[in-house]
């Protein structure tokens, strides 16, 4: 991991709103609930190693992870490597980050639930309470070669906050904290939304809105509920959670992530393809 920055993009941007529609002339369909069961259980071995590096706890045959001699910053648009002062200010801001999202003392990051895939797969969510009192989640495959989200929710503002750096909408989480990843069965949206609700309308990148009906768990020793739904080869771009007919709160995807996940379905990794969208989406330059 590297840069000043310990997370460059914004997930989502938290807005307030009025109503929820979906533009005119799409596609809105209401799902089922999703497969989503209650667990109470330690986390997946590979998940307690993972969530133990990227929170710099030591782990047997493995180097935790730092800040490494790739520490870039911007001088008038164009990128050079961080001085000496700089590196070691990325140093300590990334050591006070690990530090914030670890896990209280007596605390180990716990299966809350799991959602079933097809083909007996599994995705689970993981949850811990960490050192400054905040809820951590993280979501990953329940085999032994499945990956992570990496860590998203409460905690995240938290981490900013003790490691001076700027705050992301993206670490807001209130009446909705989720978070979207990309899976070998395509992406998928999990984490917490408010109690009161009952319905969530997730619109996808193709406009489509599909409404979800909220039946999860609630978070142990919390009171929001969960919820996990696979959304396949299209991620979302807009939330609406809803109380009956009330909409409680929307987000909306940032306009340069929507982007560079639209080069990303329509030329995969083909690489200067790819490359040559994003920047053309973005006006940044990729790699970087």
Same mark, same amino acid.
């Given at each position: 991991?590297? @840069?000043?920055?310990?997370? #460059?993009?914004?997930? #989502?941007? !938290?807005?307030?709103? #009025? ?13 089922? +609930?999703?497969?989503? $069961? ?7 071995? =590979? ?9 710099? &706890? ?6 935790? $992870? ?16 961080? %001085? ?6 990325? *140093? ?11 896990? *209280? =003392? @007596? ?27 905040? !809820? ?6 329940? %085999? ?14 938290? +981490? ?7 705050? $992301?909408? /993206? ?6 904290? !989720? ?8 992406? =998928?949206?999990?984490?917490?939304? +408010?109690? /009161? ?10 406009? *489509? ?18 919820? &996990? ?18 909409? !409680?709160?929307?987000?909306? &995807? ?17 690489? #200067?393809?790819?490359?040559?969208? &994003? $920047? *053309? ?8």
């Amino acid at each position: 991991m590297a @840069g000043v920055a310990v997370r #460059a993009l914004a997930v #989502a941007t !938290l807005v307030v709103a #009025a109503s929820g529609c979906a533009g005119s002339g799409r596609e809105a369909r209401t799902a089922p +609930a999703p497969p989503v $069961s209650a667990l109470t259980a330690p986390a997946p071995a =590979l998940l307690r190693r993972l969530i133990a590096l990227e929170t710099g &706890m030591p782990v047997k045959g493995s180097r935790t $992870s730092g800040v490494d001699q790739i520490c870039l910053t911007r001088v008038g648009g164009k990128q050079k490597t961080c %001085s000496a002062a700089e590196t070691a200010k990325a *140093a300590r801001q990334f050591r006070a980050w690990q530090a914030a999202l670890r896990p *209280a =003392l @007596g605390e180990t990051p716990e299966t809350i639930a799991a959602l079933r895939l097809a083909g007996g797969r599994r995705i689970v969510l993981v949850a811990w309470w960490t050192r400054t009192g905040a !809820l951590c989640l993280e979501t990953g495959d329940a %085999s032994t070669s499945g990956g992570t989200s990496g860590a998203f929710g409460p905690c995240l503002g938290a +981490a900013a906050r003790a490691s001076g750096q700027k705050q $992301s909408p /993206s670490y807001a989480c209130d009446a909705i904290c !989720l978070h979207s990843s990309h899976t070998r069965s395509g992406y =998928l949206l999990a984490g917490t939304v +408010a109690p /009161s609700a009952t319905a969530l309308a997730v619109t996808d990148s193709r406009g *489509a809105t599909t409404t979800y009906p909220l039946t999860g768990p609630r978070v142990p020793h919390g009171s929001s509920r969960v919820f &996990m739904a696979s959304l396949s080869a299209h991620d979302w771009r807009r939330l609406s959670l809803r109380r009956g007919s009330t909409v !409680l709160a929307s987000r909306i &995807m940032p306009r340069a992530q929507a982007a560079i996940e639209d080069c990303e379905e329509q030329y995969g990794d083909h690489g #200067a393809k790819l490359e040559g969208c &994003m $920047s *053309a989406a973005t006006g940044s330059t990729f790699p970087p």
